[in-house]
């Protein structure tokens, strides 16, 4: 059977005219609630407006909007919580929470979303629908969550304190998915200041946030690139990671000493995720997929650095989000025989554990293309190029950590992945 034969399950749909009438949906509230009881009865709540949480859409001066309280058990919890139950552990099985999503409009973010409202938790989302990439994407995947209830969308930058202070203040989340960011490694150099606004001032406005409203626990997106000049493979979460070679990586980086000072000065629970190449429907137009995708449906030839010689560890979205929800669930706890004389930088005396989150297979960009190729039944026309500044050559995960964690590890090949991705792609664009 062919490899695109093989991708078995139905992609994401793009909505019946989603970016049409995002706008809309934006304008009456985004992700507007629709106050359904969580209770199982499948009763609807109605407009819950007291005790109902309202906010300003800040960033766009839209109309405040509503979110409907808690299921009975999630209020009780939160009444019940004191910061000395941050470390609550694995919760019961439907014992629904409150999440804040950063990034909810981004490729990741917006899966995770779902995830945690498919599983019944409230979300609340936060993007500022940055334009680095095409922001109609990000509206589309949006739209996705117009008539999901229990969901809400802020539009708001994280660079903006006084944004950031009320959202945590109006919608006291339990627990933090910290996503947003300044994405892409070639970018800085025109850019760099954005890197520093929205990664680092935007994160001590995440820490902050978690600090003064009791969250349980903040997992934040770090990267591989953090392994910078390490050339000791596969990485792993307890070797040094000290040369960072671009200045995304060098944020990353930031936030994960930012993170590991928050967890020993005020007991924050956090969870620093070093994800690897992702990839697969809803993916980011600036990644070589989607780019790769994009030139040889429209005949061009594509750009193969270091002559396509690179090693990725491909990662596949469905796993990505698994390992994220996954760790959610389990606060890190600090290791009181955590040596100070042989400090390992995965893990601390304070709760705070570093992941790697990675395909276990390391897979030449080569055989990526020629996946895709299979595909799409095109060949590709191939600039061959040679390594860029800050380009790392190789990249493989070792997730022998969060296997042990969580009892699973990133797994779906690209033969199953890449079909994934292809059939989104073909019906996203028509
Ligand atoms: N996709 C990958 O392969 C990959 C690899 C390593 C790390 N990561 C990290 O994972 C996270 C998610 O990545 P992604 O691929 O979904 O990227 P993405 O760009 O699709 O999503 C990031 C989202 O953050 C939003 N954002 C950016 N700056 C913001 C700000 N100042 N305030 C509010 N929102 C802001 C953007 O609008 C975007 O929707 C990022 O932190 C990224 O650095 C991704």
């Given amino acids: 059977m062919d490899a695109c ?66 299921s009975p058990r999630t209020g009780e919890r939160r009444a019940r919580r004191t910061p000395d139950d941050r470390h609550a552990g694995v919760p019961e099985p439907g014992d629904a929470v409150k999440v804040l999503v950063t990034g909810s409009a981004g490729f990741i973010g917006s899966h995770v979303a779902m995830r945690l409202l498919d599983r019944g938790d409230e979300v609340v989302g936060v993007d500022n629908l940055s334009d680095y990439y095409d922001v109609s994407l990000k509206r589309a995947r949006l739209a996705q969550f117009g008539s999901r209830p229990r969901c809400i969308h802020v539009t708001a930058d994280l660079a903006d304190r006084g944004a950031m202070e009320s959202i945590f203040a109006e919608h006291r989340p339990q627990r933090v998915v910290h996503l947003a960011a300044q994405a892409g490694v070639r970018y800085a150099a ?62 990353k980086k930031a936030n994960e000493s930012m993170a590991h000072a928050y967890a020993n000065l005020f007991g924050l ?56 929800v996954g760790v959610l669930d389990r606060p890190p706890t600090g290791r009181a025989d955590w040596n100070p004389l042989a400090p390992d930088p995965a893990t601390s005396r304070a709760p705070y554990r570093l992941y790697n989150i990675g395909s276990g297979e390391s897979v030449e960009l080569t055989r990526y293309v020629e996946v895709l190729e299979r595909c799409l039944g095109l060949k590709a026309q191939v600039d061959s190029l040679p390594l860029q500044p800050g380009d790392v050559p190789d990249s493989h995960a070792d997730c022998s950590d969060l296997e042990e964690a969580l009892g699973a590890r990133p797994r779906t090949p690209i033969e199953v992945g890449v079909p994934r991705f292809i059939e989104w792609y073909r019906h996203y664009h028509g």
Avoid at 198 to 226: D, I, K, P
Avoid at 285 to 295: G, K, N, S, V
């Fill in 5 to 70: 034969e093989r991708g078995g399950r139905t992609p994401p749909r793009a909505p019946e005219g989603a970016r049409a009438c995002f706008h809309d949906k934006l304008a009456l509230s985004s992700f507007q609630p629709a106050g359904k009881s969580r209770n199982g009865s499948g009763a609807v709540a109605g407009p819950a407006r007291a005790p109902g949480i309202s906010i300003r859409e800040r960033a766009q001066g839209l109309p405040d909007v509503e979110f409907p309280a808690g």
């Fill in 269 to 324: 629970a956090c969870t620093g995720l070093r994800f690897f190449t992702v990839y697969g429907p809803w993916g980011r137009p600036d990644m070589a997929l989607f780019l790769f995708t994009r030139a040889m449906l429209a005949g061009q030839p594509i750009r193969l650095f270091n002559h396509g010689r690179h090693r990725r560890s491909f990662t596949y979205i469905d796993d990505i989000v698994d390992g994220v």
């Fill in 190 to 251: 025109e850019n760099p200041h954005v890197y520093v606004s929205s990664n680092v001032t935007g994160f001590l406005h995440v820490l902050e946030g978690c600090r003064h409203h009791g969250v349980e626990h903040l997992v934040f997106a770090s990267t591989s690139s953090v392994y910078g000049a390490n050339g000791a493979m596969p990485f792993s979460e307890h070797q040094p990671a000290e040369h960072p070679l671009t200045l995304y990586a060098a944020t």
